[in-house]
């Protein structure tokens, strides 16, 4: 069954701290996956896409990593500010076309506080 | 500045009522998506159109309709026969050009209650 699982659940940090999120997914084939931020009754927005043969993406503060041998991918969050708080999702798509199944996981609440 | 549109942003359903949840965008795409987000969920799609006059069923368009008579225009109607409406709901678009892997664009989303 395909899946994305991402830890932890939620998390609060300090302003000017750093911070990881992690995904790990069990989809075949697999194509790309995403990094989406969502703030607090908004759309999804994408930070980064990255296709099996890329390692690393950054955005600004925000740094993807994708290892396709372990299935895992995390998104290192740097020098953290407030307007960080959000919730950030991992998406795994099996494909590149469009109504290509995305299997999206759960999400990641941050809390950034002063 | 283009985007995408959803209208009204929240909305409320009577019992046996259908009600459309509207959904316009002006990136020029030719995909457009309906999501569901429940709290503690991931999204999960409801219907997709690749091109105008053309939609198929997501995981759960049971209790959903859609059509695509324009480019610009995606509308998404909750039928009465959706026993359990209340969720939030997220439009995207993305191009379906060939090439480089292109993101979904999402709506802001309409906040969908039962009275």
């Known amino acids: 069954k395909n899946q994305v699982e991402q830890s932890p659940q939620s998390l609060i940090i300090l302003e000017g701290k750093n911070c990881t999120l992690q995904?790990?997914?069990?989809?075949?084939?697999?194509?790309?996956l995403r990094w989406y931020k969502q703030d607090t009754g908004r759309g999804p927005v994408s930070l980064t896409i990255m296709t099996f043969s890329e390692n690393t993406k950054s955005n600004g503060r925000y740094t993807a990593t994708l290892d396709a041998d372990t299935k895992q991918s995390s998104l290192h969050i740097t020098a953290s500010q407030l307007s960080d708080s959000a919730s950030y999702i991992c998406?795994?798509?099996?494909?590149?076309?469009?109504?290509?199944?995305?299997?999206f996981g759960k999400g990641t609440t941050l809390s950034v506080s002063s | 500045d283009g985007g995408i549109t959803q209208s009204p942003k929240y909305l409320f359903r009577k019992e046996g009522q259908n009600v459309t949840l509207s959904c316009e965008q002006n990136l020029n795409h030719d995909a457009m998506y309906w999501y569901r987000q429940d709290p503690g969920q991931g999204l999960r799609l409801i219907y997709y159109?690749?091109?105008?006059?053309?939609?198929q069923k997501g995981d759960i368009a049971e209790g959903y309709s859609v059509s695509r008579e324009k480019k610009e225009s995606f509308p998404l109607t909750v039928t009465s026969a959706q026993k359990n409406p209340t969720a939030f709901y997220l439009c995207?678009?993305?191009?379906?050009?060939?090439?480089?892997?292109?993101?979904?664009?999402f709506g802001d989303g309409t906040r969908l209650s039962i009275l």
């Open positions: 998406v795994v798509s099996a494909g590149s076309q469009a109504g290509t199944a995305l299997i």
């Open positions: 995207a678009s993305s191009t379906t050009r060939q090439g480089a892997v292109q993101p979904q664009h």
């Open positions: 995904c790990n997914y069990t989809v075949s084939p697999f194509s790309n």
């Open positions: 159109s690749q091109i105008v006059n053309d939609f």
